[in-house]
Each structure stands twice: as structure tokens, then as C-alpha cells.
């Protein structure tokens, strides 16, 4: 079978629960659950397949396991991995830095090599500005937002893993 690496980092445990929601859909695929306070580094790159999740905090920080995790993060060659990010944030309390941390952890992670996918529309969010946003239109990675819009959260994390089952 094939293997998925998930990474994630949570504050307050909405980001954890997402992560399970994730790898009980990822049907089909062998997916290994890491939470980044655990981690060194080096396990990432044991899959060509990943998976990153992480909230914002802070206006516009990283959680804070990434945060931690950022300098040895920078220093992994992601050539030939294939990254799909979710994130959850505050759309309304934090409106102009609406789950930055996905757009912060996705550049570095491009800058590295790795192939983004899983892309998401900015329809039916309200923010202002996003450093997850690559344009008008399009999310770099999943956006949650369990504060604001809880009742939709599993339909949008049903339709993004079907979608980034197809991409990887
Ligand atoms: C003090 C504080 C600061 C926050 N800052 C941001 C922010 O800058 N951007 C954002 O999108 N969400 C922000 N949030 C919302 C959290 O990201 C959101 O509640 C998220 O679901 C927490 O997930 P976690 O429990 O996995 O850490 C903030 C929340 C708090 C309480």
C-alpha cells in the first residue's frame, strides 16, 4: 500500500482532529500520523507523498510546533515530494492574516523543491488577506475555519481529499 506522511501541529487540538478526519478518508493509502512537536526532521523524508497541517496564531505566526520546527523545516530537500496543506484559522478575528501559517509553510516548502497540489477555492470565506491565497481566487491548501464556519468542515475536508487523491 501506498504510504502518506501527515505532519501537523495544534495548539488547542482542532488542528489534531482535522488530521484524524484526513487520514480516515485517505482510503487506499498506508497514512502515518505525525504530530511535529514529536518529530526531528529527517522523518519527513521518509514519504514522497505529504501531508502539512497547522493554524495560525498570534496574527500571522505559525502554530507553535511549527514554529519551533521552522529552522530544520528550511534545511530538508523536499525534491520529488508531493505537499498538500490544510489549515484553520479565524477568518472573522483575524481577518487579514487568515491562516497564514499554510501560506508561510507552503512557499518554504515550494523554495525546496516540492510540488504543491490540493488548491482551494476562496469562495464562501470573508477575510481580507491570507499569505495562504496564491491569487484572487485560489488558497494554497485547504482553509478551515472551525471558529467561524464549524458545520462545513467535513464537507470541505470529504471534497479536498477526493481532490488531492487525484492529484498525488
Ligand atoms: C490568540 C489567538 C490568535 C489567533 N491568531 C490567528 C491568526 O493570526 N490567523 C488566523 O487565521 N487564526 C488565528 N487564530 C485562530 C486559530 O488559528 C483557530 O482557533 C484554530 O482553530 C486553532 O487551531 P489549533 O487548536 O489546532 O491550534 C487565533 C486564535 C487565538 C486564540
Given amino acids: ?92 478575528g483575524y481577518s487579514t492574516y487568515f491562516c497564514d501559517g499554510i501560506g508561510i509553510i507552503g512557499k518554504l516548502a515550494e523554495e525546496n523543491g516540492a510540488k504543491i497540489i490540493g488548491h482551494w477555492s476562496t469562495e464562501g470565506y470573508e477575510h481580507d488577506e491570507s499569505k495562504a491565497q496564491l491569487d484572487d481566487n485560489t488558497f494554497i491548501g485547504l482553509c478551515l475555519d472551525d471558529d467561524n464556519q464549524d458545520e462545513l468542515t467535513e464537507e470541505r475536508v470529504d471534497q479536498w481529499v477526493k481532490q488531492i487523491v487525484e492529484e498525488f
Fill in 1 to 92: 500500500m501506498e504510504k502518506i506522511g501527515l505532519f501537523f501541529g495544534s495548539d488547542t487540538g482542532c488542528t489534531e482532529i482535522v488530521a484524524k478526519m484526513i487520514k480516515e478518508r485517505l482510503i487506499g493509502y498506508e497514512v502515518d500520523v505525525f504530530d511535529v512537536y514529536d518529530i526531528e526532521g529527517p522523518e519527513i523524508l521518509d514519504y514522497n507523498k505529504l501531508v502539512f497541517g497547522l493554524s495560525t496564531w498570534h496574527d500571522g505566526q505559525l502554530q507553535s510546533s511549527w514554529d519551533d520546527f521552522y529552522n530544520s523545516f528550511s534545511k530538508l530537500d523536499l525534491t520529488g515530494k508531493t505537499v498538500a496543506l490544510f489549515g484553520l484559522g479565524d477568518q472573522y
